[in-house]
Structure formats: structure tokens, C-alpha cells
């Protein structure tokens, strides 16, 4: 079984500071909260750095003590001491839980935000975009890589500030016990400096190899689950199983290779240090016999120098989680980069806030941004509360035509127009709430049949509801499930029927009360006496509106008021039923064959 060759979404590599720039309007937006977790950051590390100037004091009095029999040290003072250093660790350790809980409540804040951005940009979306992404790449993005993400806004930036500040702190604190001890401990930082550049490069491509790996994977499990009952009706399960295998150590091979990467640098960020440590021990002894600082100091120092390891430790973290979080904000950023297709542009006409209905095509030429021409010089007017159908062979053109009528896809300027101003004029939000629309595969939501018939009504009523569901023939239905309209559906509607789902779908077009409605072989799925009882309950509910309809059957189609026929993208025939059948052309032809197809049928 050949595997799915998949296309990624680009992402332009930039520098991880550069990437996270992005990031700028949700700092600035709790930017008093994260001031006030920095001051404790410095105030953390203050207390901290008082523990070791204790020690000095506690072993420099008792050297002294040692050398002047005059001199005593009581129980008192080192009691005195002890609670003090106690004292001191306790309000630090206060305070540096209160700056983790508030970094960390920030950093779920901004990744709230960040992910209601993210959703609301992909609803701007235009639906031509989503026909060559994957549903699992942008679940990945939703979800790892904003996880990712907070990762830098919590942990990293936590760490950053207060490795920063405390190796800042027991600089100047070293320098003034000995510079030259000081000068020895940093010898390791050059070299680290070098290891960390080398590193982050090497760890920022190796996460997005990891990340696209990990779309790949969650794109195959999303299809497989969807298209369960294809795989299971072909039995392929096992074919399937050793396709997610593959997936899926491919996905664990690209972390062994960053895992590999990291433990040949991590051990670096302890080896260099402990040598200088070393050397420190040395010199820092003889120091001492030499008198040039006090036992109490020298203690002191390599009490910091010790503490000191613990930001060179967690360096390799710090570089680890914000390459992996840049990494993931370019991919988020070449989602948040993309422009919608369609939009409201500078000429719309704000006043506009209702439509009647009439609709006009004006030498409408279409083409999919692949090239392929769809539609050729369509000129046609439907007046405001006619039914206009639509007849034609599969790829002709009909799907296309009434696409652009919303706006799904984008027809060029001054071709189409509806009550004589051009579509691109009338704001989207007043276009799409006056139009109806049943696709020819309708999409039910994973929710109660209600909610799913209400979908486009604000403050539904359970009258309207059902008067609906009779006008689109499922209110007897509904009745006899044993849940009602409470019936909870499954995913894209699975637990009901096709004709069900269709009249669901077209339940919901009508609740709206649309100016337009557009049916697309709404009846594909449904027998023509039930057909026959929907195209009579519509009549009714459709008086004053306009109804474009799309169907094979001719029986759906000949009570309109106006009939087209198109053939490879072209108007061919048009006219009302009899004047087609007159004509004796595609029309008559296809009403001949459906004919001789019921004779046929009943024998």
C-alpha cells in the first residue's frame, strides 16, 4: 500500500528571538504582572545570596575565636545565626513560589489568548485555503506547539530572568571577595558560549523535522478514525497499522536524533564548570594559607561558586525549551501570515444591512488558482423570488456557479451582483446571514440534532426548531428517536442516515428565514415522494424568496421558474421545462433517459 505524500505548510526559518517577537502584544498585555514576577525574581535571589555571607560570618568568628583565646563564640550567637539563615531560606522560598504561581498563571493567560487568535485567524480563512492543509498539521499547531510555546512564556523565561539575575548578583559579590578566583571561574563561559550557539542552530531545525513528524502521524490517526468504516469495509486495518508504525518511528527516530544531540552537550554544561571548580579549590586554598582572604571567605565563595552551577544546568534547558518554542512560533507565524482571500475590501457599503434577492451574473468567467477553467461567460439574471435550477453533467460548472454566490470562492469584480450592487460591495456578514446554503455533502456537527438545526439562529425557539424539521419532512423522525431533538449526533452527523443528514442540513438553511436559498443536490439522498413533500412544504416558506436549485433528477427541477442547462462550464440551454423539452437538446435528452430508467424500474 503507497503511502500519502503530504505538503507542509512553509515555514520561514528566523532567529528564535525574531520568532518570539510575536509574542510582544501578550507580554505587553501582562506586563505589570510579569514586572512584579521579576522583582521577585530579585528579591529571591537577594535572600538567596544572603546564606553564604552567614556561613562567612559563622566560620570567620569561629576562626577567630580559634586564634584569640580572649574571643568566644556563644551558643546564643550561632543559635542567633542558624535562625536567621533559616529565616531567610523560608521567605525565600515564599516568595519564589509566589513568582512561579504568577509566571506560570501569565504564561497560561497568553497562551489562552494566543490560541484564541490562532482559531479566530483560521475562521478568516478562506475555505479555498483548507483544500490542500491537513486537519492533523493544524491540530498539531493548535495544541503541541502552543504547548511549546507556553513553555517559553513560563518555564524558560522563569529561569532566563533568574539565572540572569543571581549569576549578576554573585558576580559582583565574587569580585569583591577575589577577582582573580572570579577571572579562574569564568574561564569555562567562552567555550559555553560557543557550545550554546552550535547548539540552539542544530536543536531549532531538529524540532521542526520533529513537529512535521508529528503532524504527519496526527494527520493518519485523524483520517483513519473519519474513514473508519472504508478501512473496514476494504480490511485494510493491517495495512493501516503498519503505515502508523512507520509514521510513528519516524516520529521517534527524529527525537532520538535531538536526545542524541542534547546528552553530547548537556554533560558539557557540568564538565566545564566542575574543572574550573577544581582550579578554584586549588587556588582558593592557598589564598587562604597565604592569608590573602579569610576561611570564612573562602567558604563563601565556593558556596556561590557551587550555586552558581545550577543556572549553568539549567542553561542547556533554557536553550532547549526556546529553540523548541521559536521553533514552533514560525510554524504558527506561517499560519498567522497567511491573508484571507476574501474579505470586506475599502469599497464595501457599511450601510447596507439587508438584501431582497435578485441575482445577476455579467459575462462571469471562473477559474481554480490551478489554472483549470470552470466557467465561461455566464450572463443570467434570476429576479427576487423565482426558483432558478440548474441541470448538467458531473464537472460542468454547477458547484462553482453557486459557490461564488457567498462567496465561498472569489468571482471577479463586476460579474456578479445581487439587487444591482456588486457582491464584493455588500458586507460579507450580510451576504452570508441572507443565504441559505445545503451542500451536496452536508456537514452535522458532533452535537445534539438541535443545536445542529439551530446552528445559524441566535436565540432558537423549539416552535421554530420543529417547524423547520416538518418543512424539511423530518420532524416525524425526530419524533420517534427516543431522545428527540436532544439526539446526540456523531461525528459529521454518522449516527443518522444520508437522507437524514440532508434534511437536517436543509432544516437548518430554512430556520434562518434566508433571502437566497441554495440547494445542491439536496435530494440526492432522499426518495422522490419524500423529495416531492419537501418541494411543496418550500413553495410555501420560499414565496418572495429566491430558490436556485441543483439537481439530476428532472422531476426535482421542472416545476421551476427558470431552468439552465450547463455543459463544460457554459450556459448551452435555457428555459422553462416545456421550452427545453421542445428544444430537443441535452435536456429533452436527459428527461428521456430518466424516463425510460422509471419505466424500466417498474417492471
Known amino acids: 500500500m503507497q503511502h500519502t505524500q503530504y505538503r507542509f505548510i512553509g515555514v520561514e526559518r528566523k532567529n528564535p528571538i525574531r520568532s518570539l517577537l510575536g509574542l510582544k502584544k501578550y507580554v505587553k498585555r ?21 546564606g553564604p555571607q552567614i556561613l562567612k560570618t559563622v566560620f570567620d568568628e569561629l576562626q577567630q575565636a580559634d586564634r584569640d583565646p580572649n574571643l568566644t563564640v556563644s551558643r546564643d550567637r550561632i543559635l542567633f545565626l542558624a535562625a536567621f539563615f533559616f529565616g531567610v531560606a523560608l521567605v525565600g522560598g515564599i516568595l519564589r513560589f509566589v513568582q512561579r504561581r504568577t509566571m506560570q498563571g501569565v504564561a497560561r493567560q497568553m497562551e489562552f489568548h494566543l490560541r484564541a487568535d490562532f482559531f479566530l485567524h483560521l475562521q478568516k480563512l478562506s475555505a479555498s485555503y483548507y483544500d490542500n492543509v491537513r486537519t492533523g498539521d493544524l491540530m498539531t499547531r493548535a ?29 559582583v559579590i565574587m569580585l569583591h571577595i577575589d577577582a582573580t578566583l572570579t577571572l579562574v571561574a569564568l ?82 554544561f557540568r564538565f566545564l564548570p566542575g574543572i574550573a571548580g577544581v582550579v578554584v579549590l586549588w587556588m582558593g586554598g592557598l589564598h587562604v594559607i597565604q592569608d590573602k582572604i579569610t576561611l570564612g571567605d573562602f567558604i563563601a565563595f565556593s558556596a556561590y561558586l557551587m550555586m552558581l552551577r545550577r543556572p549553568m ?24 501570515s497567511e491573508e484571507p482571500e476574501i474579505y470586506d475590501g475599502e469599497d464595501v457599503k457599511w ?31 434570476i429576479k427576487q423570488g423565482t426558483t432558478l435550477a440548474i441541470v448538467g453533467g458531473t464537472g460542468s460548472g454547477k458547484s462553482s456557479l453557486v459557490n461564488l ?73 425526530i419524533e420517534e428517536f427516543p431522545d428527540g431533538l436532544q439526539t446526540l449526533l456523531g461525528e459529521r452527523g454518522i449516527t443518522i442516515s444520508g437522507g437524514q443528514r440532508q434534511r437536517s442540513a436543509l432544516a437548518r438553511a430554512i430556520i434562518i428565514k434566508p433571502k437566497i436559498l441554495i440547494l445542491d443536490d439536496a435530494f440526492a439522498n432522499v426518495d422522490t415522494q419524500t423529495e416531492d413533500t419537501i418541494l411543496s412544504r418550500l413553495a410555501e416558506i420560499m414565496k418572495g424568496r429566491t430558490t436556485i436549485l441543483i439537481s439530476h433528477r428532472i422531476s426535482t427541477v421542472k416545476a421551476a421558474d427558470h431552468i439552465i442547462v450547463l455543459n463544460d462550464g457554459s450556459i448551452v440551454e435555457s428555459g422553462t421545462h416545456e421550452q427545453l423539452l421542445e428544444k430537443n437538446g441535452i435536456y429533452a435528452g436527459i428527461y428521456e433517459t430518466q424516463l425510460l430508467q422509471d419505466e424500466l424500474e417498474e417492471l
Open 313 to 336: 544546568i539549567t542553561l542547556g534547558f533554557i536553550v532547549n525549551t526556546f529553540e523548541r518554542g521559536a521553533a514552533s512560533m514560525d510554524r504558527i507565524n506561517a499560519i498567522l
Open 187 to 268: 574561564l569555562p563561559f567562552p567555550i559555553l558560549a560557543i557550545i550554546i550557539r552550535l547548539l540552539a542552530k542544530r536543536l531549532h531545525a531538529h524540532y521542526e523535522r520533529i513537529q512535521e513528524a508529528f503532524s504527519t502521524m496526527n494527520t493518519k490517526v485523524q483520517e483513519n478514525l473519519s474513514g473508519v468504516r472504508v478501512v473496514k469495509a476494504y480490511t485494510l486495518e493491517a495495512d493501516e497499522v503498519e503505515n502508523f508504525k512507520e509514521l510513528n518511528q519516524e516520529f521517534v527516530n527524529r527525537n532520538h536524533k535531538q536526545i542524541r544531540l542534547m546528552n553530547f552537550f548537556f554533560p558539557l
Open 30 to 50: 501582562y506586563r505589570y504582572a510579569i514586572l512584579f514576577s521579576f522583582i521577585l525574581v530579585v528579591l529571591t535571589n537577594g535572600l538567596l545570596l544572603i
Open 405 to 477: 454566490i457567498p462567496r465561498i470562492r472569489q468571482a471577479e469584480r463586476g460579474t456578479i451582483f445581487i439587487d444591482g450592487v456588486d457582491i464584493q460591495d455588500i458586507p460579507l456578514n450580510v451576504l452570508r446571514s441572507n443565504i441559505g446554503f445545503v451542500e451536496q455533502e452536508p456537514f452535522l456537527f458532533s452535537d445534539y440534532l438541535r443545536n445542529n438545526i439551530a446552528y445559524g439562529v441566535d436565540t432558537p425557539n423549539d416552535e421554530e426548531i420543529r417547524e423547520a424539521a416538518h418543512s424539511a419532512d423530518l420532524l416525524s423522525q
Open 351 to 381: 450601510d447596507i444591512k439587508d438584501i431582497e434577492g435578485e441575482i445577476e451574473f455579467r459575462n462571469l468567467n471562473f477559474s481554480y488558482p490551478d489554472g483549470q477553467s470552470v466557467l465561461k461567460s455566464i450572463n443570467l439574471k
Open 143 to 171: 495544541t503541541s506547539d502552543l504547548n511549546a510555546i507556553r513553555m517559553v512564556l513560563s518555564s524558560a523565561i522563569i529561569y532566563t530572568a533568574d539565572a540572569t539575575v543571581f549569576f549578576g548578583l554573585a558576580l
